[in-house]
C-alpha cells in the first residue's frame, strides 16, 4: 500500500497555492492523500505567522498530528516555520 500523506494549511491564498504544489508532488511520488483528521506518515503544516492566533494554530496542528499519528513525519512550511524555526 502507498505511503498516505496528510496538508492542513494556514492563511492567505499563496499558502493555498503552495500547499497545492507540494500536495501535487507528494502525489506524483506515490503517495497517497488522507484527511488531517486520519492517520498519515506525513503530515505537512503550511503556516502563516500574521497573528499570534496563526502560531497557536500551528502549534495546535502539529500536536494533533504527533498524537494521531507519533511515528509520523511532520513537516511545518510556511512563514510561522521561517520565523520560529526552532
Known amino acids: 500500500m502507498n505511503p498516505t500523506v496528510a496538508f492542513h494549511t494556514l492563511g492567505c491564498k ?3 497555492s503552495e500547499s497545492s504544489t507540494i500536495a501535487r508532488d ?4 506515490g503517495f497517497r492523500q488522507v484527511n488531517f483528521k486520519d492517520t498519515a506518515d ?4 503550511n503556516t ?3 497573528t499570534e492566533n ?3 494554530e500551528c502549534r495546535k496542528f502539529v500536536r494533533k ?3 494521531k499519528s507519533p511515528n509520523a513525519f511532520v513537516a511545518i512550511t510556511g512563514c510561522y516555520a521561517q520565523l520560529k524555526p526552532a
Open 42 to 45: 506525513v503530515y505537512v503544516i
Open 54 to 56: 496563526a502560531n497557536r
Open 65 to 67: 498530528a504527533i498524537r
Open 48 to 50: 502563516c505567522s500574521v
Open 26 to 29: 507528494f502525489l506524483n511520488r
Open 14 to 16: 499563496l499558502n493555498f
